[in-house]
C-alpha cells in the first residue's frame, strides 16, 4: 500500500471488546465502517466450586494490552499509519463485578463472573427483609428483579466473605467496578491517577443506579449496604473520559495520549453497532449468553412478560438517555463451550455445526441448558440442566443439534415476550454475535421463529458500536450518527424452511422440557457437600454388615467342600 493510499483511509477508530470468552482489539476506518484488523485472546474461565465462575481481573488487563500491540503490528504490516487511530471504545461483559485496591492497583480478588450462582444463598437472605419476598421490588427505580445476576448481590458477596475487601473499605483503599470500570482506570493510568468512571449502561446493570435520575440510588445502597464512596462516577456512553497511557511492566504504548471516548455494555454496543436507532428495532447477541434489545426510545417501558428494563445507551452528555427492553439468556454459545470441554463431543467449536448438519434433526431429544439456572422470562434459579427424550438411537450428532435448537427455543421465548410487552410483533429479527457465523443454527432460528433472520455480512457490531461512540464523541468527531451519514450495510437473510405447525410441535415439547428441569436445586444443600453413600450410618452400618455376612457365608461354605 502506498503512501497515498494510507491518507485515503482518514481517521480510524480502535474497539476494545472485552467479552466472557475473549478479549480483542479491532480497529475501524471511521468514514466506511471497514474493520482494517483484529487480534484476539481467549479469557480463561476459574470454577472454584460448582456454581462459581471467576475471571483474573489481571489476565483480562493483559489480554487487552497484547490484542492492542498485537493489531497495531498487524496494521503496521499493511502499510497503515497507526497515529490515524484517533479514539477508543470499550465494550464489556457486563454484570461482572471487580474489586481492587486503587494504591496498588492490584484486584483484591478474582473477577465474580455475571453467571456466577454462589450468590442465591445472598438473594434469599435479602429477599426476607422486601415486603412479600417479592423478587421486583425494585423494578421500577432499576428495571431488574432481584437475581444473582447483578452486580450488587456480587459485590455484597464480597464484603461478606472476603476480610482483605472488607478491611480496604474500612481503609478507603477499595474500588469497585464492572470490567469496563477496571479496564478504564487501569489504562488511564490506574494508582498513577487512573480515571475511575462507568457509562450510564453498564451501571443499569448493577441493581445499584436508578435508570430515571441516571443516579447511584442511596436507598438502594443501603439496602445493600454498599458504600457509595467505592462506586464510579457514572458518565455518558460518548465522552472522552480520558487518555492511553503507557503501561511499563507489559511494554504496552503503542496508542499512548488516545482518548478513550466510547463505553458500553456488550448488549448496547451491539444495539447501536446494529444502528437500532429507532423505536421498535431490536437485535438478538448469540454469544456466551443471547440477549435480544428492542429499542424503547426515551420511554422506559417495564415489561410484565419476565423481560429486563435497561439503558440501551446515551450517545453525548447533553443527549437524551433512550432505554430498551430485554430478555437475557445465560447459556447459548457456553453450551458448545460445554460439550467441547466437558464431554469432549467436539475438539473446537466450529465442529458442533458440521455434526448437526449430519443428521438435520435432534430425534425427539431436547436439551434445556439451565447450568446457571433460568435467566428470561422464567428467573428460575432452582433450575438445572437437563437432557431428555433419549433413545438407544441418540448419539453425539443428535445431542449436538438439540444444543443448537435450545438457543433457538430460548430465543423465541424472549421474543414472545418482547411481541407481548410491545405489543407489535417483529417482522424481521437482526442477529449478531461469534455463534451467527454458524449457519445450520440460523436457518434453525428462522424455522423456529417463523420470520427471517438478518444476518450483517460484518459480523463484528459490538465492537463496531463502541467505536461508533468513540468517535462520535464530543472533542473527538470523527464518526457522525445522523441517519442519512450511516453506511449502508450488506446483509445475508435466512428464510423459514418448514411449516409453522412443525415449528410449534417442536416449540411445546421444549416448554414441557423447560418445566422438567425447574425445582431441582435449593441453597440449602448438605454441610460438609458429602453425598457419599457411608455418610448415612445407618445405610453404610447396613451395608458394612452385609458384606461381611457375605464374606463370612462364602468363607464357611468352602470350608464345607
Known sequence: MAASDRMVLGPLVGSIDQGTSSTRFLVFNAKTAELLSHHQVEIQQKFPKEGWVEQDPKEILKSVHECVERTC????????????????????????????????????????????????????RLLKRIPGKNKAYFKFRTGLPLSTYFSAVKLRWLLDNVEEIRQAVDDGRAMFGTIDSWLIWSLTGGKNGGVHCTDVTNASRTMLFNIHSLEWDPELCQFFDIPMEILPKVRSSSEIYGLMKICPSLKSGALTGVPISGCLGDQSAALVGQMCFQDGQAKNTYGTGCFLLCNTGQKSVFSEHGLLTTIAYKLGRDKPVCY???????????????????????????????????????????????????????????????????????????????????????????????????????????????????????????????????????????????????GAAEGVGIWSLNPGDLTAVTCERFEPQINPEESEFRYARWKKAVMKSMGWETSEAPSNGDTSIFSSLPLGFFIMSSMIMLIGAKYVSGAGK
Open 324 to 470: 430498551a427492553l430485554e430478555g437475557s439468556v445465560a447459556i447459548a454459545g457456553a453450551v458448545v463451550r460445554w460439550l467441547r470441554d466437558n464431554l469432549g463431543i467436539v475438539k473446537t467449536s466450529q465442529e458442533i455445526e458440521k455434526l448437526a448438519a449430519e443428521v438435520g434433526t435432534s430425534y425427539g431429544c431436547y436439551f434445556v441448558p439451565a447450568f446457571s439456572g433460568l435467566y428470561a422470562p422464567y428467573w428460575e434459579p432452582s433450575a438445572r440442566g437437563i437432557i431428555c427424550g433419549l433413545t438407544q438411537f441418540t448419539n453425539k450428532n443428535h445431542i449436538a443439534f438439540a444444543a443448537l435448537e435450545a438457543v433457538c427455543f430460548q430465543t423465541r421465548e424472549i421474543l414472545d415476550a418482547i411481541n407481548k410487552d410491545c405489543g407489535i410483533p417483529l417482522n424481521q429479527l437482526q442477529v449478531d454475535g461469534g455463534m451467527t457465523n454458524n449457519k445450520v443454527l440460523m436457518q434453525l432460528q428462522s424455522d423456529i421463529l417463523c420470520i427471517p433472520v438478518v444476518k450483517p455480512s460484518m459480523p463484528e457490531t459490538t465492537a463496531l458500536g463502541a467505536a461508533m461512540a468513540a
Open 73 to 124: 503490528e498487524k496494521l503496521q504490516q499493511l502499510n497503515i499509519d497507526i497515529t490515524n487511530i484517533k479514539a477508543i471504545g470499550v465494550s464489556n461483559q457486563r454484570e461482572t463485578t471487580v474489586v481492587w485496591d486503587k494504591t496498588t492497583g492490584e484486584p483484591l480478588y478474582n473477577a465474580i463472573v455475571w453467571l456466577d450462582l454462589r450468590t442465591q444463598s445472598t438473594v434469599e
